[in-house]
């Protein structure tokens, strides 16, 4: 959980510095990332080892292998045959016909990560291996994310590619009415405003106020498996305190934990945006600010055999979010190319008002388990 606020944070203030429009909204996978650093742990030694476990806040590689195969077989079983949220994951591996998997190694992809591996030609035909994962991650998002890795990127030094596909798609329990939406004002950071669809509704809603934001949950509908998933919002009071109040969450532990609604209150204006975002980064810098660093320099000894230790070059990602008054759809893919290396107080009220009319953080989440499967913050509902 606080791994994921954390990248977060991260994420959002890189991306935050580098757009001087203040409209860039931001979404992201914060589960797919670590999905495929697990991977990568469960191939490391040493020091790198140490750090990636470190990071990722687990005591052993066994810890770890247990969470992520229980991840992988319930909390991302497809859950629409039983009427509730459709998930799917998909992991992949793409290792060069030079070289190949530790047993050790490829036993842990498939028994944890179910992960379906290619043995591929990077020499001598770098750029249709690149199409191929390009293909693979459009399929396995439903189309939403159609281009993760550029072509450039795969080389003929490339030994490994490592990758994570999430899809999800929930309907709230709670239909919005479309007719009853209407554009509303969004302030964005920089002082200025535009004229955005917003949904509402009269129902009582899950909203819990605090000193200086408000916490939004919306359900979505459950299947026969009773697996609860929800969207939060948390709207900060002021129109330009999503910075801090994103400082605030990423350096509490169990935040997210406490500041969770659990009954239903009367709202007296309920405001949310319609929204659309798609967004990329290369995440090494992100990742390596965060102090995981060692991974890039070497240490990923456990892979491969023939004593070639692997050292990860870059890490892409790409997410796409809609929320609309049906419900929300999401992807997320994560892709690493490897190479040779070296070794508060509440605020009581009867009734509340929710109105997102300006920058906030939302999230997707799966209550039963605690895993965030998207995170995201919306700066402008029109800028896609």
């Known amino acids: 959980m606080d791994v994921s606020l954390i990248l977060t944070k991260h994420v959002f203030f890189s991306n935050f ?80 016909r030079s070289v190949s998997f530790k047993h050790s190694f490829k036993q842990v992809m498939d028994n944890v990560y179910k992960a379906v591996a290619a043995s591929v030609d990077f020499r001598h035909k770098a750029a249709e291996v690149a199409a191929e994962i390009n293909q693979w991650a459009e399929e396995k998002t439903n189309g939403l994310i159609k281009y993760i890795l550029p072509p450039s990127e795969v080389t003929s030094d490339t030994k490994l590619i490592l990758a994570n596909a999430l899809y999800f798609k929930g309907v709230w329990s709670e239909k919005l009415n479309a007719s009853d939406t209407k554009d509303h004002e969004f302030h964005i950071l920089n002082g200025g405003s ?37 969207m939060y919002m948390f709207l900060p009071n002021a129109p330009d305190g999503l910075p ?29 945006p319609k929204f659309k975002i798609s967004f990329g980064i290369e995440a090494s810098r992100v990742l390596k600010g965060l102090g995981l660093t060692l991974p890039f320099v070497g240490g990923l000894t456990e892979m491969v055999g023939e004593n070639h230790p692997l050292a990860v070059a870059k890490v892409f990602h790409k997410s796409f979010i809609e929320v609309n008054e049906e ?30 009319d300006h920058p906030f953080l939302f999230l997707v989440k799966d209550e039963t388990a605690g895993a965030v499967l998207f995170m995201g913050t919306l700066l402008n509902p029109l800028a896609v």
């Open 194 to 230: 535009v004229q955005a669809p917003f949904m509402t509704s009269k129902k009582r809603q899950y909203v819990k106020a605090f000193a200086d934001f408000k916490v939004l949950r919306l359900p979505y509908k459950q299947g026969e498996d009773k697996r609860s998933l929800s």
């Open 327 to 356: 419900g929300t759809e999401a992807a997320a893919v994560t892709v690493t190319t490897m190479m040779f290396g070296a070794s508060m107080m509440m605020v009581k009220e009867e009734e509340i008002d929710f109105v997102a």
């Open 244 to 272: 801090a109040l994103l400082e605030k969450i990423s350096s509490k532990p169990g935040f997210l934990d406490q500041h969770t609604p659990l009954e239903k209150v009367s709202v007296r204006n309920f405001l949310i």
């Open 17 to 96: 510095k580098a757009d001087k429009s203040n409209n860039a909204n931001m979404v992201f996978s914060p589960l797919s990332i670590q999905i495929v650093l697990g991977v990568i742990a469960a191939g490391s030694s040493g020091s790198t080892l140490v750090q990636l476990l470190d990071f990722l806040k687990f005591s052993s590689v066994e810890e770890l292998n247990s969470v992520y195969s229980r991840v992988i077989t319930d909390v991302l079983a497809d859950g629409s045959p039983m009427g509730g949220p459709r998930l799917s994951v998909a992991n992949g591996a793409w290792i060069d």
